[in-house]
């Protein structure tokens, strides 16, 4: 797996969604590429960043109803 299509993968949010054999290719590259490895850790702390906006949103929804 190239640096490319993993990055396509992770950020379209389409690994919980793969086969396993698939997964495991994306975990062996996270495993030696630090750069991947870094990506999908900002990528996992933006994405509960969003939830946490997304709440954040509805609970304000919530008050102003
Ligand atoms: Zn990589």
Same mark, same amino acid.
């Given at each position: 797996?190239?640096?490319?299509?993993?990055?396509?993968?992770?950020? &379209?949010?389409?690994?919980?969604?793969?086969?396993?054999?698939?997964?495991?290719?994306? !975990?062996a590259?996270? /495993?030696?590429c630090?750069h991947?490895? &870094?990506?999908?850790?900002?990528?996992?702390?933006?994405?509960?960043?969003?939830?946490? !906006?997304?709440?954040? /949103?509805?609970?304000?929804?919530q008050?102003?109803?």
């Amino acid at each position: 797996m190239r640096c490319k299509e993993f990055v396509f993968l992770q950020s &379209s949010g389409q690994i919980p969604t793969m086969g396993w054999w698939r997964r495991s290719s994306t !975990l062996a590259h996270v /495993w030696i590429c630090r750069h991947c490895r &870094s990506f999908r850790h900002n990528d996992e702390l933006l994405t509960a960043y969003v939830a946490q !906006l997304h709440a954040h /949103w509805d609970a304000a929804d919530q008050q102003a109803k």
